[in-house]
């Protein structure tokens, strides 16, 4: 039954890479560990080829694959539209190592995997070094928070969904580094409390306030509120504070869930919660990416 169900699975990653043109799987050998992963590449990619991109890595959650975030973002819509390549990692067993459900030290060195895709990324395709992201979603998301601590010199920014800040990743990286970052998250996620979680993850305000510190802010906060779409349910509260070339921003969703804003509806028989459509997250997003140097 299980090797009926990989068939199935593979079968449908196959159909979907192949309907997504610019979008090839790949594997990385790590620790004699196959590791997979998608690279999209921008129409714009192959019409200047002296040119050099920047690139997105976009981590899937927790028991979701790489395809079904690759599908549920639509981000390669916004690579086409703004010139970037999108990286789609696919975690051992469809998780990361974030801090907790997984050993810090001696659990699956994932870290270690995408500093070595991104180096092998970097050979293979003409990347721009001083434009490396990372978001993902929920798991993927965490995982985001422990690459901005570990990978700072490698990665200039991070946008996390569903997802605050590891209690182990601030355990073990106090120290000050110069990494953007942006929080998105839901008043009514039920997956990951908007409060934090005792013993797993700060709240989004604890969140935000970590990375102030470590980005050696105390700068004065700039506030805006989105509300246009009253049917919607939902608001937008945006809190920035700049320090010198990087931001560090909160996104509150009011009465947002778990999940991407501005997506589709996502249903894997979770309790998810409403989807904000008062921010387009992808566009929102480059922006925040393209303004940290």
Known sequence: MKKIKNIIVSLFLVLLIAASAGAQVKTLVYKGEKRKYIVYTPEAY??????????VFNFHGGGMT?????????????ADKHGFIVVYPKGIKEDWNVGFGMAYKSGTDD????????????????????KVFATGLSRGGFFCHRIAAELSDKFTAIATVGALLPDSVAHYHQKKSEIGVMTVHGTDDQIVNYKGKENAYYSAQ????????????ETAESKKIIDKKKRDGT???IIESRIGKKTVSLITI????????GADEFNVGLPLGKTSSEIELNEYMWFFFKTQK
């Open 46 to 55: 192959t019409k200047d080829t002296l040119a050099f991109f920047p690139v």
């Open 206 to 217: 604890a969140t935000f306030e970590y990375w102030k510190k470590v980005n050696g802010t």
């Open 254 to 261: 009011v009465n947002g869930g778990h999940n991407w804003p």
């Open 111 to 130: 870290i270690g995997f995408i500093d070595s895709l991104l180096s092998n990324l970097k050979y293979n395709y003409r990347i721009d070094s001083k």
């Open 66 to 78: 790489m395809a079904e975030q690759m599908l549920y973002t639509q981000m390669n819509k916004t």
């Open 235 to 237: 608001a937008v509260e």
